[in-house]
């Protein structure tokens, strides 16, 4: 089953997110990415977060899992970022709460198959490795570096790198000056091509009467 868009849950969740994140004054990347996520209608959400960084983005996360019924996953690399990650969101008071696991990001993306939406933060020198890892869902995904004017790699990075790798194919992607850059790409995987991949070609064959050469058409 593929990524289908839903643009009336993608505006519930924009909306709700704007309320919820007005006092933080932020640029609208919480909005944006709580729109995307919701609006794709993913069901297994994952971003990384570390100590010192915002939340605005994890509560738009959270209430776009609220409005598709998904799971909300954060990764944070130990347990000070866990507690401080905890207290803010609580004081922030968005339900359903993430779901938040320690660890190095390459090695927790083990235990989560099936990722519709990925969130990463270009800050992070770690941040190819983690989209290299991650587990996708057959249908698709969706994966968001957000911060991408301040990645280290900016002239060399390139999607295709990190993700065409025979089961995995970029199909577009897009860079959107919001915040500090949202770098944003769609991905197919093996499982959502092979609906409509070659195993359903048609081929026909077509004989000149006048001729009387053999044309063979894939259709």
Known sequence: MKLVWSPETASKAYI??????????????????????AGWNAKLIVET????????TSIG?????????????????????????AERMGDAGVLPAPEVIVGEPEEVMDGLVGIDFLVVDSKRKDF??????????????????????????????????????????????????VGKGLDIAHVATS??????????DRWIKHVDQRSGEVHVIRK
């Open 191 to 200: 499982g959502a091509s092979s609906s409509s991949g070659r195993g359903h």
């Open 49 to 56: 977060w570390s100590q010192g960084g915002v939340v605005p």
């Open 16 to 37: 709700d997110t704007v309320k919820f994140c007005e006092l933080f004054h932020e640029s609208g990347v919480a909005e944006l990415i709580s729109a995307t996520a």
């Open 128 to 177: 190819t490795r983690v989209l290299r890892q991650a587990k996708l869902s057959s249908g698709g995904a969706v994966l968001v570096c957000k911060n991408a004017n301040s990645r280290t790699d900016s002239g060399t990075f390139r999607w295709r790198s990190v993700l065409d790798d025979g089961t995995r194919r970029l199909v577009r992607s897009v860079f959107l000056p």
């Open 61 to 85: 996360l959270s209430i776009a899992s609220r409005h598709t019924g998904g799971r909300h996953v954060c990764i944070v690399p130990d347990e000070r970022s866990r507690t401080e990650y």
